[in-house]
């Protein structure tokens, strides 16, 4: 998405330990009129695939997922990365360790939302070694739900989570995909 990578040029930060920072339109502050000609992207992409909801993790996450559902016109459901009172009856869970954050969390999704009609687009901001995606992967697989594919705002194409997933067989889609960054540079691949 040539408009996406435009934006990173001109309003993203590289930041130390490979961090893009999109705060000003993606995770942080939302552009919601641009955030939903991405929604729009993405429904183009699967709009024969007979997805039934978009799943996500929260948070940077939702916002994203919440555009390509609302052009799909479908639910969109997000994993919690810790289980809450408000939640009750049985949950699908995944262990996935943030690569921003450095933390493990236990991903849990209530399986009253995931069932095994589902046919499952995931939906992230950001792909870089692919262990959320992996996360989520195992929760749709556990529900007995089709996981379709997955599609990342942005992927670290140089850190290969998206690339490992391809090779194992897995539809996975970048509306940009930034194939090296430098402390003043962001280069796509295409």
Known sequence: MKALEEKILKEGTVLPGNILKVGSFL?????????????????????????????????????????????MNVPMLFAKKTQSLNQSGEIYTAKVKSYTHGKVY????????????????????FLAVGNALRGLIKICEDAGATFVGCVAAIEKGFQHGGDKLREEGYRVDALALVDEMTDDTVTFRH
Request: aromatic content about 4%.
């Open 27 to 71: 995770n942080q502050q939302i552009d919601a009129a641009f955030l939903m000609e991405m929604g729009k992207e993405i429904a183009r992409l699967y709009e024969n695939d007979g997805i039934t909801k978009v799943l996500t993790i929260e948070a940077s996450g939702i916002a994203i997922a919440l555009a390509a559902a609302a052009q």
């Open 106 to 125: 236990d991903i849990v999704v209530p399986k009253e939302y995931l069932l095994p009609g589902d046919r499952i687009l995931i939906v992230d901001d």
